[in-house]
């Protein structure tokens, strides 16, 4: 039986690794650099369809109560994303919705709030319906003091029944400058058990021009605590495309980042909107990359995280074979959400704090923008939701066409066709024939029964998800998003 029992993890273990080395060859990304320029549009990234440029102050409170209330007879579980939106020092670049103090006592006042929204909440849920992920973004989120984070994540367990740790994916975004061993520690012990750390750049000149001088040791202890404290997964954010950045100074970042070895690496496009971003016009214009150095940063970095061993997720995320992230991608249930890719499809999520965005059954929900109308609703003890979208069938089923694409690089028709009891070629013709195109670039094949993404096209997935978009149709194309690559 023993040895039986050793054929049999033997055979498993070889089947996994024949999985891996399926998905990486899948995944497999040319960089055509003709193709790149000619197809680098702005367009939508997509964390929802429709995306938030479509949300409407006819979505209100009201009806966000009543199909929270409907949503219970799902019995789905419950995803929770809290936003702390303060931060001690403003980044340049940074496009996030923030409030730069120095004055910590601002937290308290905040929070108090957040604790309210949360009982408000509460009460439209069912008691068991269980919170199978939680994340606490900004801002930064390790601006409140320690004790607040103990009280934060108590008043959660008061109000909603959290997964044990085993099952459940409770994660962070960590500023290494705001955190040293004895926080990630705590961290650990009040529940969380994955990290996403903010790098961007190690080089000198590049964190000058940005306004964020953050030391390679302060990152690695924080990224070594976590290991000796047990996180499951950590993560390393990167930008490209900021100022005084060159491919040789990139790329000495990305190795030390290789060497360190996290579970996942996002590469972010930096995108230059100092119109829209008031904090972005500190950045001097003539300090940016130009293009062909953005494009070459982006190349190499492809081909050394994946020479290194990270499979390319898609958009800007690379993560390790046994990552949470592959292994959803592998089985076919990656999701895409406002925190990016996700393994938990199936949620209800509540958005809670200062324009957190929420999405219960068929909606997308989102809270007031602005710090005093958000505490006026709260004062007033009403949610402070003010706009959002309900989806109609139409919507839902261009939502699971352009997941199952950005997700997974393919569109089986016959699965759409059963899910959605809809006859493809006809439901679909005409975003289909906008395909041609790329289909002559080698972007992507296109046959009977299905559409798959090719190498070359992998890069440009935002450009193929954009055909299936009946807003950007409507507008003549797209307003407002930013650059594809």
């Given at each position: ?9 033997a ?41 938030a440029?479509?949300?409407?102050p ?12 409907g ?13 702390i ?5 403003v980044?340049?670049?940074?496009a ?27 009460e439209?849920?069912?008691s068991?319906r ?7 973004g ?28 085993e ?24 529940g ?21 001088i ?24 990167l ?18 980042i290789?060497d ?47 020479a ?9 995320h ?12 592998r ?13 938990h ?13 929420g ?7 989102q ?19 003010f706009?959002?979208?309900e ?36 439901y679909?013709?005409k ?16 046959d ?7 190498p ?30």
């Amino acid at each position: 039986m023993l040895d039986e029992t050793r054929r049999d993890d033997a055979t498993h273990s070889d089947h996994d690794a024949d999985q891996v080395a399926d998905q990486a060859a899948d995944q497999r990304t040319v960089f055509d650099l003709d193709l790149i320029k000619r197809y680098d549009q702005s367009g939508p990234r997509y964390t929802s369809y429709p995306t938030a440029v479509e949300f409407d102050p006819a979505f209100d409170a009201e009806r966000y109560s009543e199909i929270s209330r409907g949503s219970n007879a799902s019995g789905r579980p419950l995803s929770l994303y809290f936003h702390i939106p303060f931060c001690d020092t403003v980044c340049f670049y940074c496009a996030c919705n923030k409030i730069a103090t120095k004055d910590r006592s601002l937290a308290q006042p905040y929070l108090e709030r957040v604790y309210r929204e949360m009982a408000m909440q509460s009460e439209l849920f069912d008691s068991d319906r269980v919170v199978e992920q939680l994340h606490w973004g900004g801002g930064t989120p390790t601006f409140i003091s320690q004790e607040q984070m103990r009280e934060l994540m108590a008043q959660t367990r008061k109000y909603f029944k959290l997964a044990d740790d085993e099952h459940g994916e409770f994660s962070i975004e960590i500023d290494p400058r705001e955190a040293r061993g004895d926080t990630v520690k705590l961290l650990r012990e009040i529940g969380f058990n994955r990290m996403s750390l903010g790098v961007q750049d190690f080089d000198a000149q590049v964190q000058k021009a940005v306004n964020r001088i953050q030391t390679e040791a302060e990152t690695m202890e924080v990224l070594q605590a976590a290991r000796d404290e047990g996180f499951r997964s950590i993560s390393v954010d990167l930008i490209y495309g900021l100022p005084n950045q060159s491919l040789n100074g990139f790329m000495a970042t990305l190795d030390r980042i290789i060497d360190a070895a996290p579970d996942r690496v996002s590469v972010f496009n930096y995108a230059h909107l100092p119109t829209r971003f008031k904090p972005q016009r500190r950045i001097n214009d003539d300090d940016l990359p130009p293009p062909e150095v953005k494009l070459d940063i982006l190349q190499a970095t492809i081909e050394r995280l994946t020479a290194s061993g990270w499979l390319y997720i898609g958009m800007d995320h690379f993560a390790r074979p046994d990552d949470e992230l592959a292994l959803a991608q592998r089985d076919g249930t990656l999701y895409r959400n406002f925190q990016g890719y996700s393994t938990h499809a199936e949620c209800d999520l509540i958005g809670l704090g200062v324009t957190s965005i929420g999405k219960v059954a068929n909606t997308y929900g989102q809270n007031r923008r602005e710090l005093d109308a958000y505490y006026e609703d709260i004062d007033a003890g009403r949610l402070p939701v003010f706009r959002g979208i309900e989806l109609n069938r139409d919507d839902e089923i261009r939502r699971d066409v352009i997941t199952r694409l950005i997700c997974h690089f393919k569109l089986d028709f016959a699965d759409v066709e059963r899910a959605w009891e809809i006859d493809f070629d006809d439901y679909f013709g005409k975003s289909v024939a906008k395909l041609d195109g790329m289909a002559k670039d080698g972007l992507l094949e296109v046959d009977g029964s299905g559409i798959r993404v090719l190498p070359k096209g992998r890069l440009l997935i935002r450009n193929i998800c954009m055909a299936f978009d009946a807003y950007l149709e409507a507008k003549q194309g797209p307003v407002g998003f930013s650059k594809v690559i």
